[in-house]
């Protein structure tokens, strides 16, 4: 991979602080994946993402953006497979933070948006690296 881990999370951190919702921090993180040219596309698709898909409080952007970018590193791969992969990636997510729903996972005690990022970006970057020694 283009990026290490510290990199990626870097770049998502430095996008939140810019505005930019959690799906676009995430798909951006991992640009390296995205082809040439087709990152600013990408994010401007990403921004009805935000707080749960157009503020309706639904699936985490920070999911969303992870979805995206395993579509793009998986290219050719089956369907079904693709699939798999994704259910397990909502399911280590929705373990580590407690659900996967934006209206589940913002409010008072919860982790900031910030957070669920970089675990988000984390989560991918290992998953894709583990992927590619594979």
Request: charged letters at 25%; a negative charge.
């Amino acid at each position: 991979m283009k990026y290490t881990l510290d990199q990626r999370v870097n770049l998502a951190c430095e996008l939140r602080a810019k505005g930019y919702n959690c799906a676009q921090c995430v798909l951006m993180a991992f640009e390296d994946f995205i082809s040439e040219g087709e990152t600013a596309t990408l994010s401007r698709a990403a921004h009805g993402f935000g707080s749960g898909i157009g503020a309706s409080g639904e699936v985490c952007g920070a999911i969303s953006g992870t979805v995206m970018i395993l579509g793009i590193a998986r290219e050719g791969v089956a369907r079904p497979e693709l699939y798999r992969e994704v259910r397990e990636a909502m399911a280590e997510f929705e373990q580590l933070e407690g659900s996967r729903l934006c209206r589940d996972l913002k409010g008072p005690g919860r982790k900031p948006c910030l957070e669920l990022i970089t675990d988000a970006v984390t989560m991918l970057h290992n998953r894709l690296a583990q992927s590619a020694v594979n």
